[in-house]
C-alpha cells in the first residue's frame, strides 16, 4: 500500500519560506518520480514541480527560481523549499507519485496522493 504524509505547511508572511516534507510508504522515491501539486481556493489543482529517478527537476513557471523539490533517500521523503512567498501562493500543497506516463504536469498522472497540507502566505 503506497501513502503520502505531507507536513510544514502553515501561516508565512509575504517573502517568507517554508519547506514541506512528504514522507512515502510503498514506494522507494529514488526510483520514482514524485511531484508537488497545489490548490488555491476555488481553483483547479496545478502542478508546481516534480523531481524525476534520475534527479532532474521540472518547476512551473510561477514557482520557477522561487521553489526548489528535493529528496532524501535515506527518509524516504520528498521535499519542497519554498522561497519569496506570495499571497497568490496560498494553498493546499499535495505530494504525488505513481506516474502513468501521460506526463508530469497533468494531475490525472499521478496514482497516489497525499492529504495535503494548507499554507497560507499573508500580504
Known amino acids: 500500500q503506497v501513502q503520502l504524509v505531507e507536513s510544514g505547511g502553515g501561516l508565512v508572511q509575504t517573502g517568507g519560506s517554508l519547506r514541506l516534507s512528504c514522507a512515502v510508504s510503498g514506494r522507494t522515491v529514488s526510483s520514482v518520480a514524485s511531484t508537488w501539486f497545489r490548490q488555491a481556493p476555488g481553483r483547479e489543482r496545478e502542478f508546481v514541480g516534480v523531481i524525476t529517478p534520475s534527479g532532474s527537476k521540472l518547476y512551473s513557471e510561477s514557482v520557477k527560481g522561487r521553489f526548489t523539490i528535493s529528496r532524501e533517500d535515506a527518509k524516504n521523503s520528498v521535499y519542497l523549499q519554498m522561497g519569496s512567498l506570495k499571497p497568490e501562493d496560498t494553498a493546499i500543497f499535495y505530494c504525488?507519485?505513481?506516474?502513468?506516463?501521460?506526463?508530469?504536469?497533468?494531475?490525472?498522472?499521478?496514482?497516489?496522493w497525499g492529504q495535503g497540507t494548507q499554507v497560507t502566505v499573508s500580504s
Open positions: 504525488a507519485t505513481g506516474s502513468r506516463g501521460l506526463g508530469y504536469r497533468r494531475e490525472d498522472n499521478w496514482s497516489y
